[in-house]
C-alpha cells in the first residue's frame, strides 16, 4: 500500500486551445496539509475533477494512493473524503437521520467529529436541513466530511457559504483533528488568509501550466516585495506599466511580478533589491538599491504578489 495519497506524472490538459497543464508533476505527500492557489481559470478545479476520476486527463497519470485516478477501486475510494461543489443531496433528512444515514458506508466513521462541528448551530437535531441557511448547510456537509475520517480529504472551495466566525471554527477544527500526521488534505479557498493558518504546504498554479510546491514558512520568508516611487521611474514608466499588465515581459531572470500603483510601482521576488536592480539597468533605468523600500506582506499580499492581479 503506497504512502503517497497524490501522485501526479507528466500530467497534460487542455480545452480546445486552451491550455491547462502541460508536463505537470506533483506528489503529495501523507501527513500534511496543502493548499492549492491561483487565481479563477488556472485549473484549481480542473485538477481536483481530474483526482476524482470525472476527468481523464490528455496525458500522463494522477494516482492515488497508487490507484488511477479514473480507475480507483473500492476500497481505495473509502479512504478519500471529498467536498466538491458544496453538494448535499439528502436535504431532506434531519441533522441526526443524515448522520445516521452516512455512517452505514464507512468503516471508520466518527459521529463525535460530525456533532462537535454541528453542535455550534445550536439547532436541534431534528432540524431539518432543507430549512437550513447556506451556511448551516455548509457546516453539516463539512462534518460529514470529517466524521468519515479519510486519510485523503479533498476540500474544493470549503469556505463557500461560512461567514468569518464559522471559517475559523472549521479552520481550527480541521487542524485539531486531521493534523496527526496520518491525515493528507487538499484545499482550495478563495479567502486566502485562512490558508496561514494552518497549511504546510502551498502549490501555486499559474495560466499556461506552470505550477509551484513549497512549504508555506519558506515561501514566506523568502518571498520579497520591494517598493520604488513613481518619481524614480523616469522613462521607463510606460514599460514597467505594460509589464504589471502582462503586455511586455519580465527583463532579467530575478523578477516575479511588477505591480503599478498611482504612486509607486511594486517588484516581487525570491531575490534581493540589489539584483532587482541588475534586472532594471536592462530598460535603462539605473538605480541604488536604496531606492527601493522592502514592504512587509501577509498571506494574501504574497499570493497577489506571486500570481499577479490580473
Known amino acids: 500500500m503506497t504512502s503517497q495519497p497524490i501522485s501526479i506524472e507528466h500530467l497534460g490538459h487542455s480545452y480546445g486551445g486552451h491550455l491547462v497543464y502541460r508536463d505537470l508533476s506533483l506528489t503529495f505527500e501523507a501527513g500534511r496539509i496543502y493548499g492549492l492557489l491561483g487565481k479563477n481559470g488556472v485549473g484549481k478545479t480542473t485538477l481536483i475533477k481530474i483526482l476524482m476520476g470525472f476527468l481523464k486527463p490528455r496525458s500522463g497519470v494522477c494516482r492515488i494512493f497508487g490507484d488511477p485516478a479514473y480507475a480507483i477501486r473500492p476500497q481505495t475510494r473509502e479512504r478519500v473524503g471529498l467536498l466538491f461543489e458544496r453538494h448535499l443531496a439528502y436535504d431532506f433528512f434531519t441533522i441526526s437521520q443524515i448522520e445516521r444515514f452516512m455512517a452505514r458506508f464507512y468503516p471508520r466513521w466518527k459521529a463525535e467529529r460530525f456533532y462537535g462541528l454541528v453542535d455550534v448551530l445550536g439547532l ?11 451556511g448551516q448547510r455548509s457546516q453539516v456537509v463539512l462534518g460529514l466530511m470529517l466524521a468519515q475520517d479519510p486519510e485523503l480529504l479533498i476540500l474544493d472551495d470549503y469556505s463557500m457559504g461560512l461567514d468569518a466566525g464559522y471559517r475559523r471554527l472549521f479552520v481550527d477544527y480541521l487542524r485539531e483533528n486531521l493534523h496527526d500526521g496520518r491525515h493528507t488534505v487538499v484545499l482550495t479557498s478563495h479567502v486566502i488568509q485562512d490558508m496561514d493558518r ?9 495560466r499556461g501550466g506552470e505550477a509551484c510546491m513549497t512549504g508555506l514558512a519558506d515561501f514566506m520568508e523568502r518571498f520579497s516585495c520591494y517598493r520604488l516611487d513613481a518619481t524614480f521611474a523616469g522613462t521607463a514608466e510606460k514599460v514597467l506599466r505594460e509589464m504589471a499588465m502582462g503586455r511586455q515581459a519580465l527583463p532579467g531572470k530575478h523578477l516575479v511580478n511588477v505591480e ?3 504612486d509607486f510601482y511594486e517588484f516581487f521576488t525570491f531575490h534581493t533589491a540589489r539584483d532587482i536592480v ?19 506582506m501577509n498571506m494574501e499580499d504574497a499570493f497577489v504578489g506571486y500570481t499577479g492581479r490580473c
Open 198 to 206: 494552518f497549511v504546510d504546504e502551498v502549490v501555486f498554479l499559474r
Open 278 to 296: 541588475e534586472d532594471l539597468a536592462g530598460l535603462g533605468l539605473h538605480l541604488s538599491p536604496e531606492a527601493l523600500q522592502e514592504s512587509p
Open 124 to 134: 436541534p437535531q431534528n432540524h431539518r436541513i432543507a430549512h437550513m441557511s447556506e
Open 260 to 262: 503599478a500603483h498611482a
